[in-house]
């Protein structure tokens, strides 16, 4: 389920569930958690991507309805923030809902041509965390934040790269070349700069409102509408209950 290699002080971490692709469950969320916090004790950037021609595409929708779940996914996420090294998403073919996530937690984000960003949980009866909506639109800017989140609209990578999303259009070995050109950079400058952009308000504590309405989201019959309009392939018929 996952990869690792090393090219002197670089790790690249791979996904390797492309019969999902690269769909986190518990157990790869748990896997890529031990794996981040082995690779930074000792490289100097860590690189991470999907096999396949998709990097992410989020979450496995066929046991993602648990607290466990999401618990585990916002620990993970936490960890790629808080690691003292620079993270690298290498985006192949597409990151969608919790793909992205990767993808923002990350430091830097390289994506070939050819891929996309998408959040399609609104079209899930569900929705993500006030981290996740304050780093996007952090990132990119309200108006395109609301765009993905709100409107479920797929961003080419093109458009990504214009929004500040994507640093860089390129490939896998594009994202690793640069990753050793910035292994070579002073360790403790890049710590140090890491602990400053990640201080973004982004992590602040939610109201009893957002906590309220997010868990309703995810609870709700609307997400299980979802979840059975899936698996019988036909549009989900959303009531707001």
Request: aromatic share 4%; proline share 5%; charged share 25%.
């Amino acid at each position: 389920m996952l990869g690792v290699s090393r090219d002197g002080e670089v790790v690249t971490i791979e996904l390797q569930r492309p019969d999902r692709r690269n769909a986190l469950n518990e157990e790869l969320i748990g896997l890529l958690r031990t794996a981040l916090e082995e690779a930074a004790t000792s490289a100097r950037v860590i690189v991470l991507t999907g096999q396949g021609p998709i990097f992410s595409a989020g979450a496995d929708l066929d046991g993602v309805y648990s607290d466990k779940f999401l618990t585990g996914l916002l620990g993970m996420l936490r960890t790629i923030e808080t690691i003292p090294v620079p993270v690298i998403a290498a985006i192949n073919g597409g990151a969608l809902g919790a793909g992205v996530q990767l993808a923002l937690a990350s430091d830097l984000r390289v994506m070939t041509p050819d891929s996309f960003i998408a959040v399609p949980a609104a079209k899930l009866g569900i929705s993500v965390d006030r981290w996740t909506v304050r780093r996007l639109s952090n990132l990119i800017g309200p108006g395109p934040a609301r765009t993905i989140l709100m409107g479920a609209e797929r961003v080419q990578a093109a458009d990504a790269y214009h929004f500040g999303f994507a640093n860089r259009i390129g490939s896998l070995a594009d994202a690793q070349a640069w990753a050793k050109q910035i292994a070579d950079l002073a360790p403790l400058s890049l710590r140090h700069l890491k602990l400053v952009f990640n201080d973004d308000d982004t992590r602040g504590p939610d109201s009893p409102e957002q906590t309220a309405a997010l868990d309703a989201a995810w609870q709700s019959a609307d997400a299980q509408e979802a979840r059975t309009a899936r698996q019988e392939k036909r549009p989900a018929k959303f009531e707001g209950k």
